[in-house]
């Protein structure tokens, strides 16, 4: 089955605790994004890369890292988590510019 | 800059239809659609780019004037299992930067 799988669904963490989310597909895909979502503010990109080790920022960047060596992995990394980090978190891939993106069922994060 | 959507939120009948509408400050070189179900993930509806051209879901149309820097999405005869929330993303050329507007939610009645 075509899908993008995110890990975890759900974490709790605490201030300053680094760490991964980790998110694959299937699909061969080329693109691959990472987004946040909070209340009334709708979807807000990450960052995203258009293949290999090429990655770029999106509209909220700060706090994040990310990283692509292999072509169906992209992980969202948090070196030092803090409260306003608190938010549910997709990914999405996608075939590439001028097709539409299949997005992870998400991972909600707490850091208290 | 986020786009715009309007209206935030709308509450039709089944079997009306609607009307959602996305404008952005920016150039517009694709326009995405997506529908969203509370506690799920966005799922694609329908792309439009610059030139004409959409791919997307047989029962939905969309628009897109790009000298506006505008597009709509067209549900008509709304079935129940078309709440949700809509977001439109705007796209430039040549990257997926992917700008998504704050969303309409979408509630369809008995």
């Known amino acids: 089955e075509a899908q993008v799988t995110q890990n975890p669904r759900y974490l709790i963490t605490v201030t300053g605790k680094k760490l991964t989310v980790t998110c694959s597909q299937n699909?061969?895909?080329?693109?691959m994004s990472w987004y946040r979502q909070d209340p009334g503010l709708g979807l807000r990109q990450i960052y995203y890369?258009?293949?290999?080790?090429v990655t770029d920022k999106g509209d909220v960047p700060e706090g994040y890292k990310v990283s692509r060596k292999e072509k169906r992995n992209f992980p969202l990394i948090l070196e030092s988590p803090s409260p306003n980090q608190t938010s549910l978190y997709f990914c999405?891939?996608?075939?590439?510019w001028g097709y539409g993106y299949t997005f992870g069922s998400g991972t909600r994060l707490t850091v208290v | 800059q986020q786009p715009v959507q309007s209206p935030q939120a709308v509450i039709l009948r089944e079997g009306e239809d609607a009307v959602i509408n996305c404008s952005s400050s920016?150039?517009?070189?694709?326009v995405h659609w997506y529908r969203q179900k509370h506690g799920e993930a966005p799922v694609f509806l329908m792309i439009?780019?610059?030139?004409?051209e959409q791919k997307g879901h047989e029962k939905i149309s969309a628009s897109f004037n790009e000298k506006k820097q505008q597009s709509s999405l067209y549900l008509t005869a709304s079935q129940l299992s078309y709440s949700g929330t809509y977001f439109c993303?705007?796209?430039?050329?040549?990257?997926?930067?992917?700008?998504f507007g704050t969303g309409t939610r979408l509630t369809i009645i008995p």
């Open positions: 993303g705007a796209g430039g050329f040549g990257n997926e930067k992917l700008t």
């Open positions: 699909m061969n895909h080329e693109y």
């Open positions: 920016k150039a517009l070189y694709s």
């Open positions: 439009l780019l610059k030139g004409g």
């Open positions: 890369s258009m293949n290999v080790e």
């Open positions: 999405a891939s996608g075939p590439g």
